[in-house]
C-alpha cells in the first residue's frame, strides 16, 4: 500500500511539472509566431521578444528546482 501511495504522489508531482512547463512553452510558442509577423511595431516586437525570454526563465526554473 506504501509502495502505490508513493508512486500515486510521484504520479501527481510529475503532471505538475509538466504542467508548470507547458505553460511558459505554450507561451513562448506564441510570442515566436507573433514575431514572424512583418506589420509587427519594433515596440511590439521587443514586448514578445520579452516575454520568450520570461518564459524561458521560467521553464528553466521549473526544471531546475
Given at each position: 500500500?506504501?509502495?502505490?501511495?508513493?508512486?500515486?504522489?510521484?504520479?501527481?508531482?510529475?503532471?505538475?511539472?509538466?504542467h508548470?512547463?507547458?505553460?511558459?512553452?505554450?507561451?513562448?510558442?506564441?510570442?515566436?509566431?507573433?514575431?514572424?509577423?512583418?506589420?509587427?511595431s519594433?515596440?511590439?516586437?521587443?514586448?514578445?521578444?520579452?516575454?520568450?525570454?520570461d518564459?524561458?526563465?521560467?521553464?528553466?526554473?521549473?526544471?531546475?528546482?
Open positions: 500500500m506504501v509502495r502505490v501511495e508513493r508512486l500515486a504522489a510521484l504520479g501527481t508531482f510529475a503532471a505538475s511539472a509538466a508548470e512547463v507547458a505553460n511558459p512553452l505554450m507561451g513562448i510558442a506564441g510570442c515566436i509566431r507573433r514575431l514572424g509577423r512583418e506589420d509587427l519594433p515596440e511590439r516586437r521587443e514586448r514578445y521578444r520579452n516575454l520568450a525570454l518564459g524561458l526563465e521560467r521553464a528553466t526554473t521549473v526544471l531546475r528546482d
